[in-house]
């Protein structure tokens, strides 16, 4: 493999994933990675753009940042690019009015959503939402539409909580496509929208841009298809398996996003 | 279309599915489809031969065939070839010890199965036991052995109860091998090894048999893979676009199973 130099040159802005690489969502707010408070305030003291670009959707944006600002993170709302108000956009654009198959925490962001007589699913990381009797609702009206809709908030499999692995969205938003037929639209990673939103909000090109993420797929694989480099980070869902998988080679492997802010702050933009 | 005589010509036994065609489930034990008594009765006081071919796995045996008698259906046990049995003599050869996701309703038939230290997954219709604290165990199970076995009492999208259209376990069966990046074994229609041990119960050769059913996919597409004919009834999961499968064309399509009996008992085995 190339040096780190070359690798990294002409890097200028840096998308952070957050949940596996900033910290370990669980019980009482989670727990930061070693090292990674430090390595995003240095990241922010450097010449380099930073943006957040999180799948997260348990959550509003709101209460996210501050959970992770009680966790030491130097981090506000306006830096992070997450699906919920990406999605709020789209029904909004589209005249399209949702059942919500969502977690109560992330419900406030769709406080100003008409959602009689829905037209369409929402799907997002429900976790105990999602029983049996909400994904049989989920499915029945999607069998009721003539043009049924479904957009799901990311498609990860599973992500990492400090009491172990955790069924995220995807699974659920494939066995709703396999009982309906349908397929579903994905807002957040690894949607190129997506990504080009987080892009935009730090107003970089995506040759100059660099993912850091936990997900060889999602974040890695994702980004790169975008015209990105990405590095996985050895934290959160990583597992050795990763490094050799058989579709997504990452520009780099690191031990933590204080490994990763190290190589940036010594060879990028050079 | 070939006239019903040609269709039906040198039939000699009968594979009939229960749920849809039969009875339509639900509160209080479900609801007999009008004329169906009637037609399992004459058809097995005709030449024919009869064998119940279910993917049902949220009763044992024993029960839905106590089920089908309480609405008056003529059968019994060994007239009926359904997954549970089938899966556990699967675990027996293999010295497969089971987590089991499924309905308490089936635990019955796995009461003789060592379930210490699982070193598989058995999905079954678990209905409300599909809780997202039961999919996650399941999931973390799978993920933690080195060769994952994931065995599904078959992968029918969805069935239809008396209040309404609800999902089967193949959406689980989906979101698991999605989120482990495994392929599940399905033990159930329309697995052709399945279909086969019901035509060794009647003592007839596919070619000479003929499969009865509501699911265009698992009933009349299964059957069809391994030589048999297959009808459609309009009752049950049935929906009018089933007529316009883009892969799968029935023999015929009838609208229960009254009038499948009747054109069998005017055609069959000339």
């Not at 040096?3 to 989670?30: F, H, P, Q, T």
């Not at 029945?140 to 172990?164: A, H, W």
């Amino acid at each position: 493999m190339a040096a780190w130099s070359e690798r990294l040159a002409g890097v200028r802005g840096v998308l952070l994933d957050i949940s596996g690489v900033l910290y370990d969502s669980g019980a009482g707010g989670g727990t930061p990675i070693a090292g990674s408070v430090e390595a995003v305030a240095r990241l922010k003291r450097s010449q380099l753009k930073v943006q957040f670009c999180t799948n997260e959707s348990q959550k509003s944006r709101g209460e996210l940042v501050a959970v992770l600002r009680r966790l030491g993170f130097d981090i506000s709302e306006g830096e992070v690019t997450a699906p919920a108000p990406a999605t709020c956009q789209i029904l909004k654009e589209r005249g399209l009015r949702p059942y919500l198959l969502i977690h109560d925490g992330v419900r406030s962001e769709f406080d100003h959503v008409d959602m009689s007589n829905p037209n369409c699913v929402v799907i997002a990381d429900a976790g105990e939402g999602f029983s049996y009797q909400n994904m049989n609702k989920a499915f029945q009206l999607l069998m009721d539409l003539e043009n049924p809709v479904l957009i799901s908030l990311g498609k990860g499999r599973y992500y990492k909580e400090t009491s172990g692995l955790m069924l995220d969205v995807g699974p659920y938003m494939k066995a709703l496509e396999y009982a309906c037929g349908v397929e579903a639209e994905v807002v957040g990673k690894p949607s190129p929208e997506f990504f080009n939103s987080a892009l935009q909000a730090m107003g970089v090109e995506a040759h100059q841009a660099i993912m850091i993420g936990d997900d060889i797929v999602g974040d890695v694989g994702g980004a790169q298809r975008c015209g990105l480099r990405a590095l996985q980070v050895r934290t959160g869902k990583f597992r050795p398996s990763d490094e050799h998988h058989p579709e997504v080679k990452a520009d780099g492997y690191v031990d933590n996003l204080a490994e990763a802010v190290d190589l940036l702050l010594q060879h990028a933009d050079k």
